[in-house]
């Protein structure tokens, strides 16, 4: 089975700093790895995903996440904080069914919440 | 906007009641998954539909009952409530049953008194 754990509940930064929430996971196969971010009162929202191919992902909103694999890692960065990306962020892990299909059952972390200062 | 419709937004009812939720997904999206999300457990994954049929299952309570109607809207029914049913229920859609991407609606705040 899956897991996720996000190092740290919360996370606060000033206006214009690097943006680093961890994220690691357990799998005993090879992850489909997400990260989304949850706004006050909205829904989720998919930042970035990573399945197969190049380990360094881009998402929305100038954000990037890095797969590593030996650390089975998947921290997620932005390199200068903005006030808008003041929010709650996801990581989360797809269940995989045997022959590596993703059937839509995502494990999530218990998620980092951003606060960004002036 | 994501497309995704949950009905209603808030919902206040007492112990032992039953409720319904419902989920529009958007537009063309065959699969429908519900989430609870609460302050001890986090997001939990409920259950997954796919084109009608169910496609997935997690951590669902045998008091609550999902299905997906020929027009792909989904209802969620909780039975029997309690007061830990209380939480905030999501639902998401994807195109298919791969779950590249989710688009998540805004959520149905359940309050059991």
């Known amino acids: 089975a899956q897991s996720v754990t996000q190092l740290g509940s919360h996370v606060s930064v000033s206006e214009g700093a690097l943006v680093l929430l961890r994220c690691n996971y357990s799998s005993s196969v090879p992850p489909y790895l997400f990260w989304y971010v949850q706004y006050p009162n909205q829904g989720l929202q998919l930042l970035l995903k990573y399945t197969t191919g190049a380990t360094l992902v881009k998402g929305i909103n100038g954000f990037e996440a890095e797969f590593k694999k030996s650390e089975t890692s998947f921290h997620l960065t932005k390199p200068s904080a903005h006030m808008s990306d003041a929010a709650e962020y996801f990581c989360a892990v797809s269940d995989l069914e045997a022959g590596g299909t993703s059937y839509g059952k995502l494990t999530f972390g218990q998620g980092t919440i951003l606060t960004v200062h002036p | 906007d994501s497309g995704v419709t949950q009905t209603p937004k808030h919902l206040i009812t007492a112990t032992g009641q039953r409720v319904t939720l419902r989920c529009s997904p958007r537009?063309?999206?065959?699969?429908v998954y519900w989430y609870q999300q609460s302050l001890d457990q986090g997001l939990q994954f409920l259950i997954q539909?796919?084109?009608?049929?169910?496609?997935a299952k997690g951590n669902i309570l045998e008091r609550f009952s999902a299905q997906q109607f020929p027009d792909l809207h989904s209802e969620l029914n909780l039975s029997s409530l309690e007061l830990g049913d209380s939480a905030l229920y999501f639902c998401?859609?994807?195109?298919?049953?791969?779950?590249?991407?989710?688009?998540f609606g805004s959520g149905t705040q359940l309050s059991v008194l």
């Open positions: 537009s063309g999206d065959l699969s």
């Open positions: 539909y796919y084109n009608g049929e169910e496609r």
């Open positions: 998401a859609s994807s195109a298919g049953t791969a779950n590249e991407k989710l688009f």
